[in-house]
């Protein structure tokens, strides 16, 4: 560490660790869908709805098509549609469904709801 401190600087060690912060605190998240049905419609809406109310500004959200995309589902391994991802932060979560219920999907995902007490966190069920 000394090395890295001396050739980048003394304030390289600190700026290093927020932006890894930042990183970590930005919500990486993948939506599988099938097509362009109803279901898929909704869930697109759903969680676009979500993330503005609750990760303003602080989430990338990619919408990936099963049919068109075939080889990346198997590769992640999704069994139904609609399937959300979130990558980052850790750890790797999933909710399936329509993501109708605002409040299961940010307990999936380990979201605090903007509207709950900042002591009582939400934690997923355990597997």
């Known amino acids: 560490m000394w090395y890295i401190e001396r050739s980048l600087g003394p304030g390289y060690r ?3 660790l927020i932006r ?3 990183f970590l605190s930005k919500y990486v998240l993948t939506l599988y869908v099938t097509g362009t049905s109803p279901r898929t419609r909704i869930a697109i809406e ?3 709805r979500i ?3 609750e990760l303003a500004g602080r989430y990338e959200l990619e919408i990936v ?3 068109q995309h075939p080889q990346r589902a198997e590769d992640d391994r999704i069994l139904a549609t609609p399937t959300l991802i979130k990558q980052l932060p850790p750890p790797l979560r999933r909710v399936i469904g329509d993501l109708s219920d605002k409040d ?3 307990l999936g995902l380990e979201v605090r709801a903007a509207s709950s007490n900042s002591s009582s966190a ?3 069920e355990a597997s």
């Open 122 to 124: 939400m934690r997923p």
């Open 104 to 106: 299961k999907v940010l």
């Open 51 to 53: 993330c503005a109310d």
């Open 14 to 16: 600190q700026r290093l």
């Open 46 to 48: 759903n969680l676009n």
């Open 65 to 67: 098509d099963v049919l």
């Open 20 to 22: 890894v912060e930042v």
